[in-house]
Each structure stands twice: as C-alpha cells, then as structure tokens.
C-alpha cells in the first residue's frame, strides 16, 4: 500500500524446510513451497500447516518435483514445478493439477522453460514466468501451447535488451514488469511491448551502498511505483522511490542474523 509502515523487528509466523517463496493471499492466508515436494498453507494464527497441493516427488499430475515458486489467483494455486520444466494450476482443493506453461522437457522453444523462478498470474489468468536459465520473462495466455517472450530473451548480458539470471517477478497496474535481474544487480522495468527495458533500481554494480543491489531475488511495486527489492546478498529490503537514484533499507538494517531484526540470505517476498 503507498501508505505503509514496517516494524524494525519481525516474527515468525511460519517454520518451513528450505522455503524458496512465499504468497500472501488477501485473507492472510501462507502460501509456501516446501522442500518436500508440497505446496504449505498457513491459516493465520495457525501452528501447523496443510498441504493444498502435491506431497510426493514425480511427474505426474498430481506430484511436483522441487517447487520453487507459487501465485494464487481466484483460489487457484499456480506452482513453478521447476523439475519438472513446467507450471502447474492447481484448483484449491483438487487432487491434481493441470499443466499451464512449459511441461515439454527442458529447452529454449517457445514452448519450453528451463530452471525457472519467479511467477505472476494477471487478472485474465495470463502467466508470466522467468524462464531463468533462458535469460527471458514469458507470458502463457490461457489455453496456449507455447508463450510469447516479453522481456529479454536476447541471450545474457547487461544491455537494456538483456536480462541475466532474472527471479522475481512483478506486474504493476499498467502492466509494466519489473524483474529482479539477479546477476546484473538491478532491477528492470519493461513496458508491455517495449524491446528494452529500463533500470528502476540497483544498476551500479554489486555492493551494499544505498544506491546499489547485491543479487537481488524478489520485487514488488505499489501503487505510486514505489519499488520494493529484496536484496538478498545485503540481507535487507530496499524501498526505490519514482526516478530516484538510491533506495532505503525498511527491513534488515543490522546485518546478517537470526534476531528479530535481522535478515538471511532472504529468497522470497
């Protein structure tokens, strides 16, 4: 929200085994990828978990294979099924999924991902995915059987057409995307259509300096565009501002740790 404010310490509210992401639905509701091949649900206040989808490691419909990523929409959860190469809907509930994106082995066709990550599912259920290793943001509308590249794409570099390593992934009320360009240390705005994108946060080189990133994994943006990084390397959040040229640190501002007001290595936001 554009009016946000954020404790100096945190709580646990969740014990997860290797957790890779997380998502909070509108109830309150914890969503997160769990190291045994499920997808985890929290209600809040809630000591334990339950299991809403997966349990068991395969291919098959109703398994998963170390899911990395997870985006609820209308009460259907979509699951970055990275070993398996594709992404996975799965209606709250059912007993199985259904394949949404990928799921054609591993590859650079458009009707492939390879070791993806982050994911966003839009108002009309289009699924944009960063297809990692292929250096590419890609959108799967409903139905397809291939996506379309919408950033990147262009091989790995630092260019304004070029993404490396690209995580998470974010879409703002335009439908602008930004994308948490995890080896090049920035954050990337790419405009729906556009062939470039454009740096909003970090591009100064690896390093701890208000003006700088450090591998950064997971972004999301508010209402007034304010950019939110999660900046994993310097164990913090860091708040960008519209067109400004350093961010703040909201969350994680005392160093490396396991205390209430500390940070490590964080993956998702």
């Given at each position: 929200?554009?009016?946000?404010?954020?404790?100096?310490?945190g709580i646990r509210v969740a014990r997860v085994n290797l957790p890779e992401d997380v998502f909070v639905d509108n109830d309150g509701n914890i969503y997160v990828p769990d190291n045994s091949n499920s997808i985890q649900k929290w209600l809040p206040n809630a000591i334990n978990s339950i299991i809403v989808a997966g349990g068991s490691f395969g291919s098959d419909m109703n398994q998963l294979k170390n899911p990395i990523g997870i985006f609820v929409r209308n009460n259907n959860l979509y699951i970055v099924d990275n070993g398996?190469?594709?992404?996975?809907?799965?209606?709250?509930?059912?007993?199985?999924?259904?394949?949404?994106?990928?799921g054609n082995s591993k590859g650079s066709a458009l009707n492939q991902l390879s070791n993806?990550?982050?994911?966003?599912?839009?108002?009309?259920?289009?699924?944009?995915?960063?297809?990692?290793?292929?250096?590419?943001?890609?959108?799967?509308?409903?139905?397809?059987?291939?996506?379309?590249?919408?950033?990147?794409?262009?091989?790995?570099?630092?260019?304004?057409?070029?993404?490396?390593?690209?995580?998470?992934?974010?879409?703002?009320?335009?439908a602008n995307i930004y994308i948490a360009d995890y080896y090049n240390d920035r954050?990337?705005?790419?405009?729906?259509?556009?062939?470039?994108?454009?740096t909003v946060a970090g591009g100064n080189g690896g390093g701890s300096?208000?003006?700088?990133?450090?591998?950064?994994?997971?972004?999301?943006?508010?209402?007034?565009?304010?950019?939110?990084?999660?900046?994993?390397?310097?164990?913090?959040v860091q708040k960008w501002a519209p067109r400004a040229s350093s961010g703040i640190t909201i969350i994680g501002s005392d160093g490396r740790g396991s205390r209430p007001n500390q940070l490590q290595s964080p993956f998702g936001m």
């Amino acid at each position: 929200c554009p009016s946000g404010s954020w404790n100096t310490t945190g709580i646990r509210v969740a014990r997860v085994n290797l957790p890779e992401d997380v998502f909070v639905d509108n109830d309150g509701n914890i969503y997160v990828p769990d190291n045994s091949n499920s997808i985890q649900k929290w209600l809040p206040n809630a000591i334990n978990s339950i299991i809403v989808a997966g349990g068991s490691f395969g291919s098959d419909m109703n398994q998963l294979k170390n899911p990395i990523g997870i985006f609820v929409r209308n009460n259907n959860l979509y699951i970055v099924d990275n070993g398996n190469f594709r992404v996975q809907k799965w209606a709250y509930g059912a007993t199985s999924g259904v394949t949404v994106a990928g799921g054609n082995s591993k590859g650079s066709a458009l009707n492939q991902l390879s070791n993806c990550y982050g994911i966003y599912v839009d108002e009309h259920e289009n699924v944009y995915i960063a297809d990692r290793d292929n250096n590419r943001v890609m959108k799967w509308m409903p139905g397809a059987t291939e996506g379309i590249v919408v950033a990147g794409g262009n091989g790995e570099g630092r260019n304004s057409n070029q993404l490396t390593f690209p995580l998470g992934i974010y879409l703002d009320n335009d439908a602008n995307i930004y994308i948490a360009d995890y080896y090049n240390d920035r954050v990337q705005m790419w405009a729906q259509g556009a062939t470039n994108g454009i740096t909003v946060a970090g591009g100064n080189g690896g390093g701890s300096a208000p003006n700088q990133l450090s591998l950064p994994r997971a972004v999301s943006v508010d209402t007034r565009k304010n950019v939110y990084v999660l900046d994993t390397f310097n164990d913090r959040v860091q708040k960008w501002a519209p067109r400004a040229s350093s961010g703040i640190t909201i969350i994680g501002s005392d160093g490396r740790g396991s205390r209430p007001n500390q940070l490590q290595s964080p993956f998702g936001m």
